[in-house]
């Protein structure tokens, strides 16, 4: 069994002229949903061991603060790949996580993000099964259990959707 988390952003400035899109940083608003959404995954058993994370400044924060913490260190790996990253792209660069993770997060971009929990979901614990047709908001996380041993073995349907964060209801 593998562990997936899936979680977009914090909330960044807004998109203008004068911000490149990769260099926005996170806003007041974002900080604080991402500290909320770190203390969600400190409580959450088996504990993260990896975060791959776009290259954009809002997640490289993002994922800083998420994974400040913990009581063992997070492994934490940036790639530029990740940034607007598609389902297709995303799928893909799953397969080649290290096995040594049991336990690995994304910190990403949608479109893509929502795509590949819809992807990989082919049921959902109680009570979740609506949690894929919600606005996938900044700081929101979904936890896939994949049935799987390794991750060279993800593909469609192998998972459950096992919980939702809402970084709105905290």
Known sequence: MKYLYIIRHAKAEISSKDVEDHNRKLIKKGINRANDLSIWLKKKSPSLEALFYSSSIRTVQTADIISHGFS???????????????????????????????????????????????????????????????????????????????????????GTLADYFDSKEG
């Open 72 to 158: 063992e260190p997070v492994s934490k790996i940036i790639d530029k790949k990740l940034y607007g990253a598609s389902e297709e792209i995303l799928m893909d660069y799953i397969s080649f996580f290290d096995d040594k993770f049991s336990v690995a997060g994304i910190v990403g971009h949608q479109p893509g993000l929502q795509e590949l929990a819809s992807t990989l979901v082919n049921s959902y614990a109680e009570g979740y099964d609506k949690a894929l047709n919600r606005s996938f908001s900044t700081s929101n996380a979904i936890l896939i259990l994949l049935n799987i041993k390794r991750w060279d073995q993800v593909s469609s349907r192998v």
